[in-house]
Antibody, heavy 121, light 107 residues
Framework: QVQLVQSGAEVKKPGASVKVSCKAS????????MHWVRQAPGQGLEWMGI????????TYAQKFQGRVTMTRDKSTNTVYMELSSLRSEDTAMYYC??????????????WGQGTMVTVSS | EIVLTQSPGTLSLSPGERATLSCRASQSVSSTYLAWYQQKPGQAPSLLIYGASSRATGIPDRFSGSGSATDFTLTINRLEPADFAVYYC?????????FGQGTILEI
């Protein structure tokens, strides 16, 4: 079945970086763009950016420009999201989510289970 | 960026009733690129409606979406206990994709 499985929870100190993985299975990895969305505790959903797994091109939300890097490994059907210069406000659940359209213009039809990132000194 | 405002913030209803959730955009959402998601506690969001009115795979016809341009509605008929959750609207017609702040549907 189609699924996205994310890496486990992380605890980081302020100023550090975190890299979250999202492994896709059950479909052709390079045929669907992947988004990253985060959700602070008790808060709403915030879009971070998108990656085209076929060629690796990315678009980031302006808020995260310069701090976020999205990459992919086609050999393992995995996308990664790295966030640097972490601060307490980055404490959140991070989700990968597949774009259903086959390009970058669709709703998010498959979601990972989420990865909790806690930033604390 | 397009700001989405959902109302009400919290909706208190009983099983069997109808829920009507609203999502208003600060500017027109192109080509009805509007989606609705359901999120239950401790779970990832799940897609309910895309293209403003198309149901995602496996979503029962008790869920319906309507609207265009700046005003969109999610209607849930004959509420079941499993429907009580948080609902988010999202526009995906322009970047950055944005979400509404959510409506809590509670018993």
């Amino acid at each position: 079945q189609v699924q996205l499985v994310q890496s486990g929870a992380e605890v980081k100190k302020p100023g550090a970086s975190v890299k979250v993985s999202c492994k896709a299975s059950g479909y052709i990895f390079t045929s669907y763009y992947m988004h990253w969305v985060r959700q602070a505790p008790g808060q709403g959903l915030e879009w971070m950016g998108i990656i085209n797994p076929s060629i690796g091109s990315t678009t980031y939300a302006q808020k995260f420009q310069g701090r976020v890097t999205m990459t992919r490994d086609k050999s393992t059907n995995t996308v990664y999201m790295e966030l640097s210069s972490l601060r307490s406000e980055d404490t959140a659940m991070y989700y990968c989510a597949r774009d259903r359209s086959g390009s970058d213009s669709g709703a998010f039809d498959i979601w990972g289970q989420g990865t909790m990132v806690t930033v604390s000194s | 960026e397009i700001v989405l405002t959902q109302s009400p913030g919290t909706l208190s209803l009983s099983p069997g009733e109808r829920a009507t959730l609203s999502c208003r955009a600060s500017q027109s959402v192109s080509s009805t690129y509007l989606a609705w998601y359901q999120q239950k506690p401790g779970q990832a969001p799940s897609l309910l409606i895309y293209g403003a009115s198309s149901r995602a795979t496996g979503i029962p016809d008790r869920f319906s979406g309507s609207g265009s341009a700046t005003d969109f509605t999610l209607t849930i008929n004959r509420l079941e206990p499993a429907d009580f959750a948080v609902y988010y609207c999202q526009q995906y017609g322009s970047s950055p994709r944005t979400f509404g702040q959510g409506t809590i549907l509670e018993i």
